[in-house]
């Protein structure tokens, strides 16, 4: 039983762990994404800035404006948050005190009115925020769709320009002229965009020939039946004097309609990444060019500078043979003079030795001589002293003799 607690302990605490570490993993790459996402969000801002804040675009008028306009709708922004902040702090203060006031609760009237009075404060606060966030949010959701509105008008408009929408306008005003403009449009316009434009003239334009009431009243409660066929009985209550078949014709068109315009949507949508692969071939190959001088340039910039390096190591090898040259020259000229002081001191040396020697042949000689002056001396002496002593001894043997 002890086993088995422990496996089952052993297990839960792995079951712990990976679930750990899948929750770090998880928090690791959230962090790594919002990274990555700041990054981005850094670059498109610096772009932004780069093409429309440009002193030297051509379009410098006008980006003003939207300098200007961006610069308020920031203040505007700041502004908006420091009062939210504001009212959200008031808001955070007056719970707090009444946080505070419940910690400590008296039983007496006074205090249970106190409370009261304090909670309807927090309570209208809120709910004065609320209101005004409520009607600033449908506000911003009316401009939104206005502004929604307004980007489709102008995208159509630029679909109609890009793709040739005056000749588009010529097939619809002049009927007359149908086959040199089909031939028109067959030269300028994708197959998918002539067909959905001709569907059009045929069918009486971008409602069915139907006026726009019907035609709104139509879609909408087309799109609240999401396109089931139970929705023709509820239209025929808001079509006065369309009859079922009538709805049911429209519905007919209008899938075709549907069908026609998203091959028209997608044909535009391959033509404009046509364009667009073009224009990144021509930019490719600009670039390309662009990369090409820069090389031949860059090449350029370094066989010159190549040549300026050798120029310049040409002369500091010139700088240092005649720096190695003086060099040598001096140390030629010190070797000189060091052999020449040597020289010196030895014939000084040599003469000393000389005079050296002459002073002990000198003093052996004078040595020599007084050694045998001494000696004749000593020989005379002994000579006087023999005489002496042959003197005496003839004297004692007169003596003697006289005795």
């Not at 200007?68 to 009212?87: D, G, W």
């Not at 965009?193 to 001709?198: D, I, K, P």
């Not at 000198?362 to 002496?381: A, P, V």
Request: hydrophobic share 30%; glycine share 2%; net charge positive.
């Amino acid at each position: 039983q002890n086993d088995s607690y422990s496996s089952t302990a052993g297990a839960g605490r792995q079951f712990q762990n990976r679930k750990m570490k899948a929750e770090q993993a998880k928090k690791v790459e959230f962090i790594r994404t919002a990274e990555k996402l700041k990054t981005q969000l850094a670059n498109i801002e610096k772009d932004k800035n780069g093409h429309l804040y440009n002193r030297k675009s051509d379009f410098r008028v006008e980006y003003s404006i939207l300098e200007e306009l961006e610069h308020s709708m920031t203040v505007s922004r700041k502004t908006e948050k420091a009062k939210i902040l504001q009212q959200l702090s008031k808001i955070q203060n007056n719970v707090k005190r009444l946080q505070q006031q419940l910690k400590d609760v008296k039983p007496t009237p006074e205090f249970v009115d106190k409370i009261k009075e304090m909670m309807e404060e927090v309570e209208n606060a809120i709910n004065a925020f609320k209101e005004e966030q409520r009607q600033i949010y449908e506000q911003l959701l009316k401009e939104e769709k206005t502004v929604i509105n307004e980007l489709s008008v102008f995208e159509r408009k630029v679909e109609q320009w890009a793709l040739g929408s005056s000749t588009t306008e010529q097939v619809l005003k002049l009927s007359s002229a149908r086959v040199s403009v089909d031939k028109t449009l067959g030269s300028h316009l994708p197959a998918e965009v002539v067909e959905f434009e001709r569907f059009l003239q045929r069918t009486g334009g971008r409602q069915g020939g139907w006026d726009d009431y019907d035609h709104q009243n139509f879609l909408k409660v087309r799109t609240k039946h999401k396109g089931r066929l139970s929705y023709v009985d509820e239209a025929l209550e808001y079509l006065c004097g369309r009859t079922k078949e009538d709805i049911e014709q429209h519905d007919k068109w209008y899938q075709e309609f549907l069908i026609l315009h998203e091959r028209k949507k997608e044909s535009i949508k391959k033509w404009k990444e046509k364009q667009r692969q073009k224009k990144e071939g021509n930019l490719k190959e600009k670039a390309e060019k662009m990369l090409k001088e820069a090389w031949l340039q860059r090449e350029e910039a370094q066989k010159q500078k190549a040549a300026e390096e050798r120029k310049r190591q040409q002369a500091a090898i010139e700088a240092w043979k005649k720096q190695k040259a003086i060099a040598f020259a001096m140390e030629q000229a010190s070797k000189r003079k060091l052999e020449e002081e040597k020289e010196k001191k030895q014939q000084k040396e040599r003469q000393r030795q000389c005079h050296m020697k002459l002073l002990l042949e000198r003093y052996t000689l004078q040595k020599k001589e007084k050694e045998e002056l001494e000696k004749l001396e000593k020989e005379k002496r002994e000579e006087a002293e023999k005489e002496e002593r042959k003197r005496i001894a003839a004297e004692e043997i007169t003596k003697f003799q006289e005795r």
